[in-house]
């Protein structure tokens, strides 16, 4: 079986260069990824989960990660939050969303409660703490983001105006506003 | 040259099933896709475009696509409009963020005005109209989403509250808060 190999050339019905393999013209696509996490609060102290994996190993972060294919938003944050912290989390509210087009990133980020006080490092940390806002080690943060992420959930916390218009209550695109079915494909 | 062809499997250090290539062992890593659109008002009406592309085609939708590598939500979305409806947006503000996990879909929506009153069907489109909110043609929209969009927009039109925080004013996720450049693949 020969090796992985990929050419940058435009596809005939494109404007743009994808890699395409040069063993067989498959045209690999590549989107931006959606990065999907939380802002944890329980009992007035946040969430912050020590990163066990580059990159940032060893720098603090919100529990966060990469949304899996067919899970809502809220489903995948709440599951990063299980995986990197054994966290068990009640989301509130979408809190902010935040674009790092140079790695191709859409955040979405939500604030969220524990469910019970139970936490451990999962795979991916070193350790998991409850930080006083007061004590968060801001000079050891993983990301420019999890700065934005703190900040803006302080503003919420203070008061700060509501939150963006999400999907219906209830819906997941799956039907027309009078009920019919949507086929496979539209959105 | 064979044709592309792909099994489902589960790479070593994964724990989901990937698409792989039987002939070369290249991982197809699929994730969710980032939809950027804008509901555009100029002169109390709204612009709509006419698909000349299955799915739903011959339906009515807003100018909105997907995001492509590098790009922000906010580029993304007026390039959509450029080439659906050859309009000029100025966006406003994000009005929603929807997600359709059936079809793994984030979709972001904005709120835009027309720079200037030009406009006309792009490639994708057999018509562009601008109507008059009690004119728009419900029964002949797209997809669930749009309807959600119009709505959401006549709400914030009548006054409803503000919207999602984004990232800081001139911030793509490059420097810490205190102007230290990040590392490739930081975020």
Redesign the interface.
């Known amino acids: 079986?020969?090796?992985?190999?990929?050419s940058l050339r435009t596809p005939e019905d494109d404007g743009?260069a994808r890699k395409i393999?040069d063993?067989?013209?498959?045209v690999?696509y590549?989107?931006?990824?959606?990065?999907v996490g939380s802002v944890v609060r329980h009992e007035g102290r946040i969430l912050l989960c020590r990163r066990a994996i580059?990159?940032?190993r060893g720098f603090w972060t919100i529990p966060a990660g990469?949304?899996?294919?067919?899970?809502?938003?809220?489903?995948g944050a709440k599951r990063e939050a299980w995986e990197e912290a054994e966290a068990d989390l009640h989301l509130e509210c979408?809190?902010?969303?935040?674009?790092?087009?140079?790695?191709?990133?859409?955040?979405?980020i939500y604030r969220a409660r524990l469910q019970d006080p139970h936490f451990a490092p999962g795979p991916e940390s070193l350790d998991v703490q409850l930080f006083d806002p007061a004590e968060i080690p801001f000079d050891e943060l993983?990301?420019?983001?999890v700065?934005?992420a703190l900040a803006?959930d302080a503003?919420a916390e203070a008061g700060a105006?509501?939150?963006?218009?999400?999907?219906?209550p209830g819906?997941?695109?799956?039907?027309?506003?009078d009920g019919r079915p949507?086929?496979?494909?539209?959105?």
Chains 1, 2 share one sequence.
């Open positions: 079986m020969p090796e992985p190999s990929f743009i393999c063993n067989c013209g498959f690999a590549e989107n931006p990824k959606i990065v580059e990159p940032r990469y949304l899996e294919l067919n899970e809502t938003p809220e489903d979408l809190l902010a969303v935040y674009s790092v087009p140079r790695i191709s990133q859409v955040q979405l993983a990301f420019p983001s700065h934005w803006h503003s105006p509501p939150l963006p218009f999400s999907n219906p819906e997941i695109g799956n039907r027309m506003p949507v086929a496979h494909g539209e959105s």
